[in-house]
């Protein structure tokens, strides 16, 4: 899987489970550096679950429960 397409993976996963669209999620993905982080911690977080991922972005953004 390319970068770019784990990204939009995380998003649109993200925006799916929390009923958000994938242009809010984006946003906010961007604007809190989570976006910056999926690139640079590539390769350590692809291989990791669709569930793992989603609460890893949801701990990052300090979201407590949805």
Do not use: Q
Request: charged share 30%; net charge negative; hydrophobic share 35%.
């Amino acid at each position: 899987m390319s970068k770019i397409s784990f990204e939009i993976f995380c998003i649109e996963y993200y925006a799916d489970k929390t009923g958000l669209s994938s242009d809010k999620v984006y946003k906010l993905f961007k604007n809190e550096g989570l976006l910056d982080l999926l690139r640079s911690d590539y390769d350590d977080l692809h291989g990791m679950g669709m569930e793992y991922m989603f609460n890893f972005c949801k701990d990052y953004l300090g979201v407590e429960s949805i």
